[in-house]
């Protein structure tokens, strides 16, 4: 069965630190990843998606995220985090049936001025 | 930009009320979905849609039910409100067009059954 794991329930960085939230899946096929966030009292917005070809996606609010198929991970990155980027963050993968998306537990993201 | 709206931010309802939840979305779009989200259970998926007047049952349909008669309108439906429903509720949207194809949300309607 596809699942997707995010091993950090809570993050917690300081204004200007790099980021890196970690995303891992588990299915057979070639995966279609997805990151999304969540501010609060908000629906999910996309970041950014992965179906092919460079394993570099770039996103917005200059987010980026690497595919490594060898890991079955899709970590989601940002060199230097600003206050308003405190949120919840949702990786997702596409499951076997045509269009049901499996989405993580969730990383919660907050940032120390 | 792809927008997906919900008829209410809020909504306070009884226990045994019949409640429904709108959603509509402007970009002709094949698929509409209604997740719940609730602390520590991440987004379920309660019911989804790929056609008018077509449905499919998600991970927790139970007490809920779906209806799309337009293609840009999908409503859920609790047919008889029960305090286990108080929740956030997202909308979403996707095109039919490819499995690379994401999903677009809604603000969310915190429902409240008292």
């Given at each position: 069965a596809q699942s997707v794991t995010q091993p950090d329930i809570h993050i917690t960085v300081s204004e200007g630190a790099s980021l890196e939230l970690r995303c891992n899946y588990s299915y057979g096929a070639t995966p279609y990843l997805f990151w999304y966030v969540q501010s609060p009292g908000q629906g999910l917005q996309l970041l950014l998606k992965y179906f092919s070809g460079d394993t570099l996606v770039q996103g917005i609010k200059g987010f980026e995220a690497e595919f490594k198929r060898s890991q079955s991970s899709f970590?989601?990155?940002?060199?230097s985090v600003h206050w308003s980027d405190a949120a919840e963050y949702f990786c997702a993968v596409r499951g076997a049936s045509y269009d049901k998306v499996i989405f993580g537990p969730g990383t919660?993201?907050?940032v120390i001025p | 930009d792809v927008k997906v709206t919900q008829s209410s931010r809020y909504l306070v309802k009884r226990t045994g009320e019949k409640v429904f939840l709108e959603c509509v979305q402007d970009m002709d779009h094949e698929n509409m979905f209604w997740y719940r989200q609730d602390p520590g259970l991440g987004l379920r998926l309660i019911?989804?849609?790929?056609d008018v007047k077509m449905k499919e049952k998600g991970d927790i349909p139970e007490g809920y039910s779906v209806s799309r008669e337009k293609k840009e309108r999908f409503s859920l439906i609790l047919e008889s409100a029960s305090t286990n429903q108080t929740s956030m509720y997202l909308c979403a949207s996707s095109s039919g067009q490819g499995k690379h194809q994401p999903q677009h949300f809604g603000d969310g309607t915190r429902l409240s059954i008292l």
């Open positions: 970590n989601l990155r940002k060199p919660s993201l907050s | 019911y989804f849609s790929y």
